[in-house]
């Protein structure tokens, strides 16, 4: 007995200490309060706080300094309208990197490395430039004017040493989409190919073999212009209009639009549109004329047309197109088995082509076994020509996702191999110098670029150092054009399109990841999926505006419906986990741990509120509303003069039955360590349940809070006018929180 009195003195001694101490930290705190309040204190003090069994720390916010906006903007604009000579040479050489990098050029150490490299894709942007003319719905001539310029712009203004830039596969594919749109509109045959027949090689004989003529006075133009002089300048104008896109997108620092396009949906749309790319192509593998099907569904509506014409299929085609296939396919993947062993790859596409055009030529295919080919290809340069502005508005909607989808790849590909080989690109110039790679080249009759990533990695795999190397593969397409482009005459047109389908490996390749790819994460895979879908069965432009809509749904139904949980404490320590991913966890008795994992705004208000409902099994309003029903029954029966209530017990048993549930917890700690933020909605919410729970006499507590959280709340009025009860609502840690739940637990129990 002596012991056990002498025990509980001890005990009542340790708490009284404890309880003088935590009012004293309380004291301080409203002290400090009052004098914010009054003004004596210029420094605001959050009332938030960490105890122990032996001390207490008060955290004290850091001043914010308020910014006067309207004197910086000012600033800004003196500073960026003013005009020395030094920020003058800054401004150009920022806006032209190569003069920055080309003095410092170490010759010894880079030509070599740049000098095979721009050899090895100038031999492989030859035969790629004429077959991507078959997506865009032009002539090869223009495909290699797209190839020149782009490289030697890009020299100029990129701020990428591996990037090639040039043309690429899916940007082809939407300006040939949009080239096909406008010659149907304007009356023309889709398959007007007339035979071609040998010339003198100029662009004029060649334009005139085209009998369709179209006046275009519709469209602002009093001249007749033939079917490929009108696609050119639907090319020309779209290009245009997409390059003052990107550089008004650079000006405004619209950069960030690039980060709506997630993995998952720049996966999905390149899958998705080379599929609609090999659809588009199997009509030359096995050489049948279908008519190019245009808008939504093109992909269902072109193999439709194909099983219906598979009769009519040209034999010689089919062989042509299986063989090289067959070799195209095998060196690839010799080349990447070996591609350790080999110092560049293996120019496997000009073989094909030097010998595919040697048989046709000397075996007569077009003439014997009616083989299409690509006809004559001019040598030299057009006149330069300024694209028509009327024809600028037909396609001012279509550049628009154009313009996104190259400035991405093209900033993409530039970050990653700054990453890879450590040095930094600067995005708002890329996006300037992808821009102008558009504007400058549509005046001489080229069509939209960006990078390419198959390109890419063949350069750096051989040695490229700078954008040398691109200025040497420009120099191999002037070559051609100059000079031979006329021997490409008898190249089957199934060659070129078989070489279109084996460079759509990578894409395709993505098959085969899908079960990597939903392991991982199941809701990117749904994102690829729809994406791939909407860009193959109905568009490529819908197709990626589907992918953005839908993955930002996506992240939307996450904040919506956040994962919840109740949450124990780890045995013998002072942290907490939830109680049902983890075992061996104890619980905290008369509390309850509450935690949601997602910012608390308008859209998941009620589901915060369900779920906290649900897990704690406890409505606070179904049991207010429960409790005034009881205590009304018992007032009209003891009106009556009936001593007994509802439950046929006595007045003083009835203290026992107002609470018709028993309520198992006295405190709700809400850990708020995953609400990034508050709105007035999350605000109100959180007071809404303050109030609800007091009523039932349940203390609501706030754990891990960040600063923007805190200050919503305060804002919000949530710990009241002055901030009096800020320290006894707000903590620093969840243990914090229920450290003091269980003093409040203790002294009510004494208090009783």
Not at 375 to 396: C, D, N, Q, Y
Not at 600 to 626: G, I
Request: charged share 20%.
């Amino acid at each position: 007995m002596q012991i056990e009195k002498c025990l509980a003195e001890d005990f009542h001694s340790f708490q009284r200490a404890k309880t003088e101490l935590v009012h004293s930290c309380q004291k301080a705190i409203q002290e400090h309060i009052n004098e914010v309040n009054t003004g004596k204190m210029e420094r605001p003090l959050d009332a938030t706080r960490m105890e122990n069994t032996s001390s207490c720390f008060l955290m004290e916010r850091k001043p914010h300094i308020k910014i006067k906006r309207k004197e910086v903007i000012l600033a800004k604009l003196r500073k960026s309208c003013s005009c020395t000579p030094q920020k003058l040479k800054n401004f150009v050489m920022d806006f032209f990197p190569v003069l920055r990098w080309l003095p410092k050029y170490q010759c010894k150490e880079y030509i070599w490395g740049d000098v095979m490299s721009g050899l090895v894709i100038g031999i492989i942007l030859v035969p790629q430039a004429i077959a991507y003319s078959l997506l865009a719905g032009l002539k090869p001539i223009y495909s290699l004017y797209t190839s020149f310029f782009a490289n030697i712009i890009y020299f100029l203004m990129g701020t990428s040493r591996h990037v090639s830039v040039g043309i690429f596969s899916l940007i082809s594919l939407m300006v040939g989409q949009v080239v096909d749109r406008e010659l149907l509109l304007a009356g023309f045959d889709l398959n007007d190919d007339a035979p071609p027949a040998p010339g003198d090689g100029s662009l004029q004989n060649d334009s005139l073999s085209n009998t369709t003529a179209f006046n275009l006075t519709i469209v602002g133009i009093n001249a007749e212009c033939g079917k490929e002089c009108y696609a050119i300048g639907i090319a020309t104008a779209l290009t245009f209009v997409a390059g003052v896109y990107q550089v008004l997108m650079g000006i405004f620092r619209l950069g960030f639009v690039s980060m709506y396009l997630s993995e998952s949906v720049l996966d999905g749309f390149a899958t998705g549109a080379s599929l609609t790319i090999l659809t588009a192509q199997v009509k030359y593998l096995i050489g049948i004329k279908i008519p190019r099907s245009q808008g939504h569904g093109m992909l269902v509506i072109t193999w439709i047309n194909i099983f219906r014409n598979i009769s009519q299929a040209n034999l010689c085609d089919v062989i042509t197109s299986a063989i090289c296939i067959v070799v195209l396919v095998t060196a690839k993947e010799l080349g990447d088995r070996y591609k350790h062993k080999l110092k560049f790859p293996l120019p496997t596409e000009l073989v094909v082509i030097v010998v595919a055009t040697l048989v046709s030529h000397y075996g007569k295919l077009n003439e014997v076994y009616a083989s299409s080919v690509s006809g004559a290809i001019p040598t030299g340069f057009i006149p330069p020509k300024v694209p028509e502005f009327s024809l600028m508005l037909r396609v001012a909607v279509d550049a628009l996702p154009l313009a996104i989808v190259s400035f991405v790849f093209t900033v993409s590909l530039s970050e990653m191999f700054a990453k890879k080989y450590a040095y930094t690109i600067r995005a708002n110039q890329e996006m300037f110098a992808v821009g102008f790679c558009n504007i400058i080249p549509s005046f001489f009759h080229s069509f939209a670029t960006s990078a390419a990533l198959a390109k890419t990695l063949v350069k750096t795999s051989t040695g490229c150092q700078t954008q040398i190397s691109g200025v040497i593969s420009a120099m191999m397409v002037l070559l051609v054009l100059l000079f031979l482009a006329p021997l490409f005459y008898s190249l089957q047109k199934c060659v070129l399109a078989c070489i279109i389908i084996v460079s759509l490996r990578g894409a395709l390749r993505k098959f085969r990841d899908v079960p990597a790819r939903y392991h991982v994460n199941k809701m990117d895979t749904l994102v690829w999926v729809v994406t791939m879908s909407a860009s193959a069965l109905v568009s490529t432009e819908i197709g990626l505006l589907v992918g953005i809509v839908f993955s930002m749904l996506c992240i939307i139904v996450r904040t919506q419906r956040p994962r919840t949980a109740l949450l124990g404490q780890i045995q013998d320590t002072s942290f907490y986990e939830d109680d049902l991913e983890y075992e061996n966890l104890s619980t905290v008795p008369k509390v309850k741990i509450f935690r949601f994992e997602a910012p608390l705004y308008y859209a998941n208000r009620n589901y915060f509120l369900k779920s906290l409902y649900r897990l704690t099994n406890l409505d606070p309003n179904l049991e207010a509303a429960r409790r005034k029903k009881y205590e009304k029954k018992e007032k009209q029966h003891l009106k009556k003069g009936n001593h007994r209530t509802a439950n046929g017990l006595g007045i003083g048993e009835t203290t026992l039955q107002l609470v018709p549930k028993q309520i198992d917890f006295q405190a709700l700690v809400v850990d708020c360590s995953s609400i990034s933020f508050l709105d007035t909605t999350g605000v109100n919410t959180l007071k809404e349940i303050l109030k609800d729970y007091k009523t039932l006499n349940i203390s609501v507590l706030l754990a891990c809070c960040n600063p923007s959280v805190i200050d919503s709340l305060k804002r919000g009025g949530y710990f009241g006018r002055d901030f009096g009860c800020m320290q006894e609502m707000l903590f620093y840690s969840i243990h914090n929180a229920v450290l003091f739940a269980k003093d409040q637990k203790l002294s009510a129990d004494c208090s009783v």
